[in-house]
């Protein structure tokens, strides 16, 4: 027994002293977390009081920043800025180019009261920060404001011209004085009526107004294949007799020219001949001191035309013939002999 408690005691010490070193261990990674604890509060509170004092302004934005309510300055470079927490705040809008149209395809009347479908699409951005922050507050209430002045001033567009004006294309004929419009001279008249009303009011500058859609009833789209019809066909007509109208020029000049030219050559050719009978005068002269030789020559130009075209069986007593015969060459005057001479 007394061995068993000399073996049994220092096993009891030595649990003591594990015990002893896991409490040691255990408060030293409480103490560890502890410090985690602290210096992640510490970098939320430094990202706190960051996000209180600073904010950034990004490339296409401009920044109203203000102090109790009253905008004390406009920034519209991209960057980090310094604020007073609580007493400042700013205001982030969004400058670059929009699109938007204008909320609905509605129908209005023609100046002699036919009735169009239209919708039309307008491109914007923001001109006077300040003024666009006063009146309008945010990109929503802007594009609604937009869409409202937009479409009044289509209904007032159309309502001035006739349907015929911007249906009838421009080169078609048309009264003295009348005004013929093309949808793109409508979009410049709806924009000149915006422009001016939005930067004034808003402070917002309307670049673009179009036309996205434009549907027309069925009766009134039957009226208007008709006139395009007709009016095709007018072209066309105008087009036949423009071309015929040419035809006639060309063949006038054709004439004409051909005219000068036979005249020309006409001349050119009176004027040859007499050289060449100047030149044949000269010859003329000559055979006149030899008969024999002009008709021998002139048998043989004979003889040379029938044989380039003809194979002929012929009697050689008969001229020009006979100049193939014997004794069908003349004799000059210093070939024949004395007796002959004499």
């Not at 649990?15 to 410090?35: A, I, L, M, N, T």
């Amino acid at each position: 027994m007394e061995q068993e408690l000399k073996n049994n005691g220092p096993i009891q010490e030595h649990s003591h002293d594990q015990v002893e070193g896991h409490s040691h261990s255990h408060g030293g990674s409480s103490q560890g977390r502890k410090w985690v604890s602290v210096l992640t509060g510490a970098v939320i509170a430094i990202v706190f009081i960051l996000y209180m004092i600073t904010f950034t302004v990004h490339e296409g934005q401009y920044c109203v920043l203000k102090t109790f309510g009253r905008i004390t300055q406009t920034i519209d470079k991209p960057g980090l800025y310094w604020k007073w927490p609580l007493a400042q705040r700013a205001v982030i809008h969004d400058g670059r180019l929009h699109t938007s149209e204008d909320g609905m395809l509605e129908q209005t009347f023609t100046k002699d009261g036919q009735p169009v479908m239209v919708m039309t699409f307008f491109s914007w951005r923001i001109a006077d920060v300040d003024k666009f922050d006063t009146s309008l507050t945010s990109f929503e209430n802007a594009e609604k404001k937009l869409q409202t002045i937009v479409r009044s001033a289509k209904t007032e567009t159309f309502g001035l011209i006739t349907f015929g004006e911007f249906i009838t294309p421009e080169e078609s004929g048309a009264a003295p004085g009348e005004r013929k419009l093309r949808f793109d001279e409508i979009e410049k008249d709806i924009l000149g009526k915006v422009k001016n009303q939005a930067l004034n009011d808003f402070g917002v500058e309307i670049k673009q107004v179009g036309i996205k859609r434009l549907n027309l009833p069925e009766s009134v789209s039957q009226k208007v294949f008709d006139r395009m019809k007709a009016e095709r066909d007018a072209k066309a007509r105008n087009y036949i007799t423009e071309g015929e109208g040419e035809a006639k020029n060309i063949v006038s000049r054709a004439k004409r020219d051909k005219a000068i030219i036979e005249s020309t050559a006409f001349a050119k050719a009176k004027l040859i001949r007499a050289e060449g009978e100047k030149e044949a005068a000269q010859y003329y002269k000559e055979f006149a001191k030899e008969p024999e030789l002009h008709k021998f020559i002139k048998s043989l130009e004979a003889l040379r035309l029938l044989a380039e075209k003809t194979t002929l069986i012929i009697d050689t007593s008969a001229p020009p013939f006979h100049l193939l015969g014997k004794g069908a060459v003349p004799k000059s005057g210093s070939d024949q002999s004395p007796e002959t001479n004499r």
